[in-house]
């Protein structure tokens, strides 16, 4: 009985480290991870998967979209007026995605959203915003 109590403690402090360094939800009802290894960090090109106002009228409803530009004026509650190079697009900012973050329209933001098209209608939904340093 010892010896299975020994081989017991060492099996568990010895994998101990491997379920410290997976993160995510711990409380009640939360999926079993299925995480096993991090990926290797590496060079992430900070223009990859961007797309304009323009092209992200064209693409299919739901799709992801990144945009680099300004946000020049509030048309309504949560919907705005947003300018890159190429025209503008209207885009929808819920309050919570905001971040505490103020921004004017001289500040470029990077916008990341999802394609929102109605029948007559046509937005991008922001899910996240950053500011740009220039």
């Known amino acids: ?13 010895t994998t101990a480290p491997v379920f410290a360094a997976q993160g995510g939800f711990t409380g009640p009802s ?3 991870s299925t995480q096993t290894a991090t990926q290797p960090g590496g060079f992430v090109d900070a223009n990859a998967n961007l797309t304009t106002a323009v092209k992200a009228k064209d693409l299919k409803d739901n799709s992801w979209v990144k945009l680099r530009g300004n946000i020049v004026e509030r048309l309504s ?6 300018r890159d190079a ?5 885009v929808e900012i819920d309050t919570k995605h905001w971040n505490g973050q103020t921004v004017s329209p001289q500040a470029q933001v990077e916008l990341q959203g999802k394609v929102d098209k109605d029948w007559n209608e046509f937005e991008i939904e922001v899910k996240q915003i950053t500011k740009v340093n220039k």
């Open 1 to 13: 009985m010892k010896k299975f109590a020994a081989m017991a403690a060492i099996m568990m402090i």
């Open 30 to 32: 939360a999926a079993p």
């Open 77 to 82: 509650d949560d919907r705005y007026l947003f």
């Open 86 to 90: 190429s025209g503008t697009v209207e």
